[in-house]
């Protein structure tokens, strides 16, 4: 209504002006230029301009896209006051040659534009409207080619002009006409994209990963045509103002979405193997549903999962289909194998991988995806129980291991302390002092491949009154002994089968530094009691030696001299070992 | 339209819409407005008791987006509502509701903000606790927020009439 108003009194105020010029000069040519000459009918006339520009764009609007949405039109104020309030900026640049040519020019770049955010809207609309009909495409299309060329022939006058007569406002229409190219060929990729989503009979999962790509050039071909642009007019006039806020957009855009992509590529390269399949015990003790989809997860049929490592780091989920589960040369995971994150949620692999398309955390717990398996877990161990009922999680198991070695550390010497305190008869270590000593040394010497376990048979040859002596390497750790694995003996399979960054490999190792440890505590236990047996060389052997090991026991000068006779393991370790080996003796001592 | 019964984001709604209709929480429904689409929503949300807002019962729309659950939906009340964390326009402005990442009003934590743990019964029962505990931290309706801190009484007033006027009385 208000435009119909504002259209009636414009087109009367022409007429008016020209019929007024016509009567006063009677000539086409005098006319002409009586109305160029009076600002006011200048005016009149710039006004009528710009109410016919406004019902041609309206018309090729209902030509094109028929009715605008709420939205779109709510976008197409707020853009386009950006873009008036940016060109007045500009304007303050090229003030020297602001004239008409500059105000036409203006308007059917803010007309173009218009039609390039439309085209953009309707594009992002197309993934939530229904099915599209043909003459919708059609029109798309046609709107799309016709921007596209006007941007070009834009772009090529610009060119022509600045290169015959020199940096001039051209310039600004030049980079503008630029991005606006870049922007509609982006727009039309993302369209080509979504027909082609349309037709498919399935979801496309990796469409969003192709438009994340699309926004990602765009972001790129505007920050270099900015930072061209920002130069040339910094050369030649000066700080260009209106493109400061577009341009620090951009920037930031194309930072956060470098920084998405990286984030996005960490956390989904490898997805096979960084994040464990469930497994069915794991499975059962949730309740099966993944919380993305909220559907069931299932682990039948989907026998896939990979014995060697996959290279791609995004498996072809959704595209064909079930994979067989003989599988082709290389296993490929199915979209909806369970897979499990560090922290233990679980999710179908292609909801996983959707989400970490956009944040790289557990959806559950919000924990980041991206951090080391060891210290997830060492959160997880901190902040509650390991879940019972699961198998051997190797990683949390040397954690608990670990927890429990510290806590034997600090409670240690505090509970070996009554046992030192009430030592046994004095003769005992001594009458068996001998016999201890070449036990421990000649296991060192002889057989050490078992070097924990040996200690234990040997022990049970000894008078009972020994058994605080024993070195009780299982007891202690409260891990079940395990007898170490001769390394050199290995097959290639079972070689093989430690390698690689997959869980299986993982606990591999873990098991067997696990029991490198415990032969390290061992041999260092039994170190420990030859030192506490044999006297020290100034001191008198006999009657004081039960003194000798009470004091020696609690006392730091041992821990040292322990360390000179491990060699090898440094004083922490050889303290700890002690209190631990302390720890041990008191067990035996009470059973 | 055969081809989006794959879509996660239907059999998504599709499971969420058996959930609410065979187990509602109290007072509340919700469901797609016709069968055609299953990504526009409506629901009906109770005054909480003790609250200005007692007695009324608001309707709001659901707006799914395609991408749901990954990406949050936007609520918006259908029906007058004064509250300090609703704009003028009926939108809801609660953390849960806005999407992970960029954080426009740089105050919410991540944690608090759309996952695809929630739910349609989440959203609706975080607005019910929202009506009676605003949080004048995120004004969205300015004035609202001033007058909940400031003139609470004239804050009930001002509420009570428009549940009133809510309700069609």
């Known amino acids: 209504m208000r435009f119909a108003i504002f259209g009636c009194l414009s087109t009367a105020l022409t007429i008016a002006v020209v019929a007024n010029a016509w009567a006063q000069r009677g000539q086409f040519f005098t006319a002409c230029i009586h109305l160029t000459r009076s600002s006011a009918s200048l005016m009149i006339l710039l006004n009528m301009g710009l109410y016919i520009t406004i019902l041609l764009g309206r018309a090729l609007q209902r030509l094109f896209f028929g009715q605008l949405r709420a939205l779109e039109v709510e976008h197409l104020y707020e853009r386009s006051w950006f873009a008036v309030t940016e060109t007045c900026l500009a304007m303050t640049i090229f003030r020297d040659e602001f004239d008409i040519r500059f105000i036409i020019l203006f308007g059917l770049l803010l007309l173009v534009k218009i ?63 630029t991005i606006l190219l870049s922007l ?37 071909e505007k920050l270099v045509t900015y930072f061209c642009f920002f130069g040339i007019v910094v050369y030649y006039y000066s700080l260009p103002l209106h493109i400061v806020r577009d341009l620090y957009m951009t920037l930031r855009s194309f930072i956060h979405r470098c920084r998405d992509l990286i984030q996005y590529r960490r956390a989904t390269a490898n997805m096979n193997e960084r994040y464990p399949d469930a497994t069915p015990e794991e499975l059962s003790a949730t309740d099966r549903v993944c919380i993305i989809c909220r559907e069931e997860m299932d682990i039948a049929g989907n026998n896939v999962v990979p014995a060697a490592p996959v290279n791609n780091g995004q498996p072809r989920a959704g595209a064909g289909g079930r994979v067989p589960a003989a599988g082709g040369p290389r296993p490929i995971a199915h979209p909806d194998t369970p897979k499990k994150l560090y922290c233990g949620h679980i999710f179908h692999f292609h909801c996983l991988r959707s989400w970490l398309e956009r944040q790289q955390s557990c959806p559950t717990c919000r924990r ?42 600090a409670g240690g010497v505090l509970h070996a302390a009554p046992g030192v305190n009430t030592p046994g008869p004095s003769v005992q270590p001594q009458a068996n002092g001998g016999a201890t000593a070449a036990n421990p040394i000649r296991t060192l010497m002889g057989e050490p491949q078992n070097l924990p376990t040996s200690s234990i048979p040997d022990g049970m040859m000894f008078p009972i009154t020994l058994t605080p002596l024993i070195p009780l390497t299982g007891a202690h750790s409260g891990q079940p002994q395990t007898i170490p694995p001769v390394l050199d003996h290995l097959s290639d399979e079972q070689l093989q089968s430690m390698e690689g960054r997959s869980r299986e490999a993982m606990m591999e190792r873990i098991r067997a530094l696990q029991n490198i440890q415990h032969q390290l505590t061992g041999v260092i236990t039994q170190l420990m009691q030859i030192s506490q047996i044999i006297p020290p060389p100034s001191a008198t052997p006999g009657a004081e030696s039960g003194s000798g090991i009470g004091t020696s026991r609690s006392g730091d000068s041992d821990g040292a001299g322990v360390n000179a006779g491990a060699g090898s393991s440094s004083s922490s370790s050889a303290a700890r070992d002690e209190t631990v080996d302390k720890k041990g003796k008191g067990v035996a001592q009470e059973s | 339209m055969n081809r989006r019964i794959g879509s996660t984001a239907l059999k998504r709604l599709m499971t969420e819409y058996k959930e609410l209709t065979t187990n509602p929480p109290e007072g509340i429904t919700a469901g797609p407005i016709t069968e055609d689409d299953f990504f526009t929503w409506e629901a009906l949300i109770p005054g909480p008791d003790d609250t200005p807002y007692e007695g009324g019962v608001f309707s709001a729309t659901l707006t799914f987006p395609k991408d749901y659950p990954l990406s949050p939906p936007v609520m918006k009340f259908t029906c007058p509502m004064f509250h300090p964390n609703v704009y003028a326009d009926g939108t809801v402005c609660i953390s849960i509701l806005h999407p992970p990442g960029d954080d426009p009003n740089m105050y919410e934590h991540a944690s608090e903000r759309w996952s695809p743990v929630q739910s349609v019964e989440k959203i609706l029962l975080s607005v019910v606790s929202m009506l009676a505990e605003p949080n004048d931290e995120s004004g969205a309706n300015v004035e609202a927020s001033k007058m909940w801190r400031e003139d609470r009484k004239k804050f009930d007033e001002v509420v009570r009439a428009n549940t009133l006027r809510a309700l069609g009385l």
Request: proline fraction near 6%; glycine fraction near 4%; aromatic fraction near 14%.
């Open chain 1, 368 to 409: 980041s995806v991206l951090e080391q398996p060891s210290a997830a877990a060492a959160q997880q161990a901190a902040g509650r129980p390991p879940a019972g009922g699961a198998p051997g999680n190797a990683v949390n198991d040397f954690q608990a291991f670990w927890q429990q070695h510290q806590q034997l550390f």
């Open chain 1, 184 to 220: 509609v060929l982006s727009t039309f990729v993302k369209y080509l994209l979504h027909s082609y989503d349309l037709r498919r009979d399935r979801p496309w999962e990796e469409k969003s990963m192709y438009i994340f790509y699309v926004d990602l050039m765009h972001d790129f």
């Open chain 1, 115 to 177: 039609f390039h955010w439309i085209v953009q809207d309707r594009v992002e609309f197309m993934e939530q409207a229904p099915n599209p009909s043909v003459g919708w495409h059609v029109r798309m299309q046609t709107i799309t080619a016709i921007l596209a060329a006007i941007d070009l022939a834009m772009i090529v006058y610009a060119v022509q002009y600045t290169r015959t007569r020199g940096p001039s406002m051209m310039i600004i229409f030049g980079f503008e006409y």
